[in-house]
């Protein structure tokens, strides 16, 4: 009997390896797609360093397996980036979404296709908690593609009657994220601290606020949402906790979890293209029966103490 297989694209990537170990675990025959070699080569059936709208063909990844789910996360993942280069971040993203949706309603048309889009498409909501019928009105060129991308999947369900959802993700973090406000709080810690320093500065006032929502909570979610039985062939989900907390505090929590004693400045400066305030209503995602697995606290201890290893090991290799 063959094993249900899942496929990721962006398998590499930091949702895409927490992903994988968790359904792994689960006993899914994992296939993906990235443009880096997988993290633990071990946990996958098959695997194919290319970029998601380069000639590699999807067949040859998929052959002979039955896949019931295809997870996309490819696409940039940087609204800074987009804003200085809306172009790359526009052919990251729907080129590849484009292929693959032809090469499953050709191939795989039985298989769920999701599409890990982002709560930027909102922009600066009017009102809280922001749900799946909110205006979407994004900031940035990069939740403005992420929101083309949503209806090129909504589109493609009715034209070729395949199964899709949209996935808005929130604040994702967790252990191995190298990158957005968690890494650069513990990284301009340290280096000050090195440096006989007491004091950082960071971005915006510290009133924004965020939906945080730890990566092995996103693969939970993600997960139900493949499964999800209703019948109407697309479907929008937030993921996220339905939990509104000030940066300020997240990034205060985050280092009494390090043990760091650095004083924490805020610029007031507003980057392009970032919202003020997130919180999601999640009531769609409960239906599901999906509840957080990991406290925003003990997320925050885990990545303070794998980001501590971390840097341990780049100075062993030093």
């Known amino acids: 009997m063959r094993r249900e297989a899942l496929l990721i694209v962006g398998g590499s990537g930091f949702l ?90 050709h191939n795989h048309p039985e298989c769920h296709l999701l599409l890990f889009s982002s709560a930027a498409v909102y922009g600066n909501p009017a009102s809280f908690p922001v749900n799946e019928g909110s205006a979407t009105t994004p900031l940035s060129p990069y939740g403005v593609h992420k929101l083309l991308a949503e209806q090129l999947l909504e589109h493609s369900s009715r034209l070729y009657n395949l199964k899709t959802s949209s996935l808005r993700i929130f604040s994702a973090f967790g252990r191995g994220l190298r990158r957005q ?32 929502i730890h990566a092995q909570d996103v693969s ?22 339905g939990d509104e907390v000030k940066v300020s505090q997240a990034v205060d929590k985050l280092l009494r979890q390090a043990g760091l004693s650095v004083e924490v400045k805020f610029s007031g400066e507003v980057r392009p293209g970032e919202p003020r305030n997130w919180q999601a209503s999640i009531e769609k995602l409960k239906v599901l029966q999906y509840s957080s697995s990991v406290s925003f606290e003990q997320g925050l201890l885990d990545y303070a103490r794998w980001y501590t290893d971390f ?3 780049v100075n062993l290799r030093k």
Not at 183 to 206: C, F, P, Y
């Open 16 to 105: 895409g390896a927490w992903m994988a170990r968790k359904y792994h675990e689960l006993g899914f025959q994992l296939l993906g797609i990235s443009t880096q070699p997988p993290l633990e080569p071990s946990l996958w059936y098959r695997f194919l360093p290319a970029t998601a709208d380069s000639q590699t063909d999807y067949r040859d990844l998929t052959e002979g397996s039955t896949v019931t789910a295809c997870f996309f996360l490819a696409g940039g993942s940087s609204v800074a980036m987009s804003v200085s280069d809306p172009s790359k971040d526009l052919c990251l993203l729907l080129p590849g979404l484009s292929r693959l949706v032809q090469f499953l309603s």
């Open 311 to 313: 840097v341990e090991s």
């Open 181 to 212: 406000l968690f890494w650069d709080v513990l990284q301009k810690s340290r280096a000050v601290l090195q440096a006989g320093g007491t004091e950082i500065t960071m971005a915006g006032t510290g009133d924004e606020t965020r939906d945080f």
């Open 220 to 241: 939970e979610a993600a997960l139900l949402i493949s499964r999800r039985s209703t019948s109407s062939l697309y479907e929008v989900f937030n993921v996220a906790n």
